[in-house]
């Protein structure tokens, strides 16, 4: 029964698309169909039929204003773009630009570690050191020492003493290549 309903509205709206009637009354037609059937016995009761019939009109009238409400609306609320003249910073040099944007992060702190060497040591082994006791890297002597900042290699070089303190003279400088593969 309720696929007769259904066939039976559905041609309506093919026959009513067909002729001259238009889309508000196919609408208008479709909806009121849609309200019969809702106060139908045993479906659903007055309050349903009263939105439902709402909903027709208004839905009818927005298709007979061509929703214009809606735009002249948003039209009204619509601005003009403001754009900033960049003209002056796009003329700059580019060595003021890059002095410019290095301005921001140079006082940003960063930790810089030199590293001889690196080795593994059990627990039972760490407990045994003591004063005098040798601890063999993973390095050979003469190879350079690893220059780290924020735990990432930038640098090799080699130790030196400068005013009784420890230094390092840098002898290779990481590339941005290499830099970036290590981040991989």
Known sequence: MAQDNQDDLAAQWAAQLEGTGGADDLLADGLGDLVGEASAPGKAGGEDEALAAEWAEALANDEKKGGSDKLSSFAEQATDAQFKDMTEAARQPQDQ???????????????????LGRTRLLINELLQLG??????????????????????????????????????????????????????
């Open 97 to 115: 630009k890059l002095k410019r944007e290095l301005d921001f992060i140079l006082d940003i702190p960063l930790d810089v570690s030199a590293e």
């Open 131 to 184: 004063q005098g006791s040798v601890v063999e890297l993973n390095k050979l002597a003469g190879e350079p020492l690893e220059v780290f900042v924020n735990g990432k290699l930038v640098a090799r070089g080699e130790a030196v003493v400068i005013n009784e303190k420890f230094g390092v003279r840098l002898t290779d400088i990481i590339s941005p290549i290499e830099r970036v593969k290590q981040l991989g």
